[in-house]
């Protein structure tokens, strides 16, 4: 159900509010509204930036930390570690050192990999000239002779000679890179500008060697130790690194910790001098436990609860009995409903729960599922709505096991149906699944009856309603031989009610009669919805045939030992691969029943959630006794 919500209004001073905003922070049951009309920062709001670097620089850590963590620990086992509320509140001085090695680790890391590059792309530079003999701060022009490095293309290199030998210059030629010929021009200095330019026609480029005072060889030698030497102290670090990322809940810690009181700073609040206004809305159920909070941790304040006004659109609270709220998940991922309307999730939570297991259908995967979702529950320990989303697929699983039995399918094999097998039956199947789609849109169209009277619009739910269920149900009785009567009643009475009624709004005569024909025709549209629910039939034949499939190649290869054990390969690839892709399937066309065929007989949605001032734990598990 839709949990009625209020406005709260607190004025407090303003060295109150770090306090007053620890408070509702730890019972979880406050939504801020930040106004529009904010004052001075104060100092809360000062830290904000600080704050937000510290964040980030913590959060930058703990992803290096978990390029090691997740390397060398077994990261799925890993429990969350659990804390008191006053063990978080406490300065984390372990995790800010934790976090200054990291940022120290880091920075030498960056300045190892910076200078690793840099001896690169010098021996890269250098090393086509390893074989030059002299020191490189020597190859400079004197008062006579000019010495040139440059390179030339390989297929210039007879040219190249040629030219040496005509002009009288020394031309030396040593590596190569990427095709193109090093060398090194002796000439002197008057001659010098004319060979240049002849080169030059060869597509010659200078090269700029660094000035060593020493040769090419023993600077190359000298950068190769220097990286060698950098990788072993990276090395050295990696191996700190790992060592520290052992302390890892430390670091998660502090982050949980910076997350915590950057929420409360980054709220706008209104100002005065020496007030502040606090507004939020808050379940109104909480009330009391609100009141007493404020009044337990400040002194003087001014606070109030008012209803929301026509243009409040409060956020939406849904509070429902713990099985059927775990299907919750299927309706806030369509949408939050708004807080004008019916919450769907105890109907539409039993639909699901029935058609999912309509569509696995199988005893033996009902069983795997069970298992695998128990234990994933109780090792990972999801929360929020992931821990919805596993809750239901672990609930799906017993309708799963109880329509295997009534199929009488096990791990894809037939035995013993007590309805029907719909491997062998495909038409009562079909006939049984579309009995369940008018039943599961007559719900939904029960839910709109409701709300129309709810509103004062009784005559409308008989009208756009009753009208529409008596027409689809009489036509549905014309298959019976013994209910043809009752059924051909039923279809007239409704179809006359749509034809007399769905043009109503309209004030002329012939607009109306036309509205009715109009109305009446979207009989296609309610007709396309129940055979949607023949997909039903499909997801089960799909998954009993490829088990099926799977049984049958095992038991062909399974003529010896060796083929045995090929047989039992192929029975838990193949049916591991059948479960996955059930699961798949039923989830996503369950959802899709519920959101297209289902919701649109009744259902709005666009609720805002309501995401109160909370300590929002990722990492570690904080206890909160919130009566203290």
Request: charged letters at 25%.
């Amino acid at each position: 159900m839709i949990i009625p919500m209020r406005k709260m209004r607190l004025i407090i001073f303003q060295n109150d509010e770090k306090t007053v905003l620890e408070a509702l922070q730890k019972t979880g049951e406050f939504m801020p509204i930040e106004s529009k009309e904010t004052a001075a920062d104060t100092s809360l709001k000062s830290n904000a930036v600080s704050r937000s670097d510290e964040l980030q620089r913590t959060h930058q850590m703990l992803k290096l930390s978990n390029q090691y963590h997740k390397k060398y620990y077994h990261h799925f086992l890993e429990q969350q570690p659990e804390i008191s509320y006053e063990t978080f509140l406490k300065e984390n001085l372990k995790g800010k050192e934790i976090c200054k090695k990291f940022q120290l680790y880091d920075n030498q890391l960056k300045a190892l990999d910076t200078d690793i590059g840099q001896c690169s792309k010098e021996i890269e530079t250098l090393q086509p000239w390893e074989k030059l003999d002299i020191p490189l701060n020597q190859l400079k022009q004197d008062q006579y002779v000019s010495v040139t490095a440059g390179m030339i293309s390989e297929v210039f290199e007879q040219d190249l000679k040629r030219i040496g030998e005509e002009t009288g210059a020394e031309i030396h030629t040593y590596g190569k890179v990427k095709k193109n010929l090093c060398f090194l021009i002796i000439q002197t200095n008057k001659e010098m500008p004319d060979l240049t330019s002849r080169l030059k026609k060869l597509e010659f480029s200078n090269v700029n060697l660094p000035s060593y005072p020493c040769t090419a060889a023993q600077k190359l030698k000298d950068l190769k130790e220097k990286i060698s030497h950098n990788e072993q102290k990276k090395i050295e670090i990696d191996q700190c690194i790992r060592e520290l990322s052992q302390d890892e809940k430390d670091l998660k810690l502090l982050a949980e910790q910076y997350e915590t009181k950057q929420e409360i700073e980054n709220i706008k609040f209104q100002e005065t001098n020496e007030t502040i206004l606090i507004q939020g809305w808050v379940c109104k159920d909480r009330i009391n436990l609100l009141k007493e909070v404020v009044h337990d941790t400040v002194q003087y304040y001014d606070l109030e609860f008012i209803k929301p006004s026509k243009s409040d659109f409060p956020p939406t609270v849904t509070r429902n009995p713990y099985f059927w709220a775990q299907f919750e998940t299927i309706t806030d991922m369509y949408s939050k409903p708004n807080p004008s309307e019916i919450d769907p999730a105890l109907v539409a939570g039993p639909w699901y729960w029935v058609i999912f297991g309509m569509m696995m259908g199988d005893v033996g995967y009902g069983i795997c599922m069970l298992l695998i979702f128990y234990f994933f529950r109780k090792v990972k320990k999801p929360k929020g709505n992931a821990k919805k989303l596993i809750n239901t697929l672990f609930y799906s699983s017993f309708t799963t096991i109880i329509f295997g039995v009534l199929f009488g399918s096990y791990f894809g094999e037939t035995w013993h149906p007590i309805l029907f097998a719909p491997l062998t039956n495909p038409l009562k199947m079909l006939y049984f699944t579309l009995v369940v789609g008018i039943l599961h849109i007559f719900s939904g169209m029960a839910i709109k009856i409701v709300e129309n009277v709810k509103e004062g619009h009784f005559w409308d739910a008989i009208f756009d309603q009753v009208s529409w269920m008596l027409l689809i149900s009489g036509l549905g009785l014309l298959f019976l031989p013994s209910a043809r009567f009752i059924g051909k009643l039923l279809a007239i009475l409704g179809a006359v009610i749509i034809l007399c009624t769905a043009g109503r709004e309209n004030k002329k005569l012939s607009k109306k009669i036309v509205g009715g024909l109009l109305g009446l025709y979207n009989i296609s549209s309610y007709l396309s919805d129940i055979l949607s629910y023949s997909r039903i039939l499909a997801l089960s034949l799909a998954t009993g045939v490829i088990g099926m499939v799977m049984n049958l190649l095992a038991r062909m290869v399974a003529v010896n030992i060796g083929g045995m054990i090929i047989a039992l390969v192929i029975y838990i690839i193949g049916h591991s691969f059948n479960l996955a892709m059930s699961l798949l399937s039923a989830y996503v066309h369950d959802s899709r029943l519920q959101y297209i065929e289902f919701f649109n007989k009744f259902y709005e949605g666009g609720g805002k959630p309501f995401k109160p001032l909370s300590i929002q734990s990722n990492h570690v598990d904080v206890k909160i006794d919130k009566n203290n």
